[in-house]
C-alpha cells in the first residue's frame, strides 16, 4: 500500500461560460496524488483529516470511486479549505486560499500506519499550515527511519508562507528523511538550493519537472536522466505534478533492483500529459495508460 498524507481542499476552477462562474472540484496536492494513484490500479491510502460539510463528502467520494483507503482520514466538522486557481494563458495556474479554522489543519499524528505500507508521500499546504504541519513532519520522520520509501513534493505555495526563510530551513531538516525529492522549476527557483546540495542531504532522487521541458532526475550516484513532455493540447496544468508524483510511486514504491531511471520518467511524462488536457485535475486511468 502507498500512503499519501495531506490536505484535501476544493478548487474553485474558472469556466467559460458564464462570463466569471466558478466550477468546484476536489483538489489539494495530496489529494490528487492519491486520486491518481487509485485511478492507476495502485493499491492507495490517504491520510488526512476532513470536512463533514458537503465539500467533504463530495472529496471522500471521488477518493471512493478511485478505490482509494480511506481508513486513515480523520473527520471534523469545521469548514473545507477553498482554492481558487487563476490561469495565464499557457494554462499554469496561481492560487489564493482560504484556510482560516478549516479541517484539514487540524491533523493528528495516527497512531501507525497499516502493516503491508511500503511508501508514505507529503506536500504541498499540509506542511505549512499548523498545527496539521508538525503532525505530518512527525509522520515523515517516523516511517522514514522504519524504513519506508518516501516522497516529498513541496509544491511551494508562496501566498501560505508567512516566513519564507523558516519555511526553507524547515525544508532542508526534511531531506535527511526523504527518499525522492520531487518539484517543479518553480519550487527550484522559490527555494534557492542546488540539486547537488539536496542528494547530500539525504535524498536517493532528485526529479525536476520542467513543463514543456519535460522531466529531469539526478540520483545519489550521480547519473542524471531525462524524458520529453508529450505534446498536447492543454486545457489547463491543474494536477499535473501530482501525476507525476502517482506515476513515480507506482513504479518506485516496492520496485525490486535498480531503478530503470528513463522508462519511469517517460510513464510519468505520460500521465502528467493527459492530466494537461483535461481541465482541473482528472489524472488518467489505468487502460489510458494501456495498463493491465
Known sequence: MIVVGGEALIDLVPVAEPPGALLPRPGGGPYNTALALGRLGAEAA?????SADGFGEGILAGLRAAGVDLSLVQRGPEPTTLAVPSLAPDGSAAYRFYTEGTADRLFALPPSLPP???ALALGTCSLVLEPGASAYETLLRRESRRGLLTLLDPNVRPALIADPAAYRERF?????????????????AWLGGRVGDWLAAGPSAVVLTRGAAGLTVWTAEGEEYGAAARPVTVADTIGAGDTVNA???????GAAGPVDWPAVLEFAARA?????????????YAAELGLS
Open 116 to 118: 503491508g505500507v511500503r
Open 46 to 50: 490517504f491520510c488526512s483529516r476532513v
Open 247 to 253: 506515476a513515480l510511486l507506482h513504479r518506485l514504491a
Open 272 to 284: 502528467a500529459a493527459l492530466t494537461c488536457t483535461r481541465a482541473g485535475a482528472e489524472p488518467p
Open 172 to 188: 532542508l531538516r526534511w531531506l535527511p528523511y526523504v527518499s525522492v525529492l520531487k518539484l517543479s522549476e518553480e519550487d527550484a
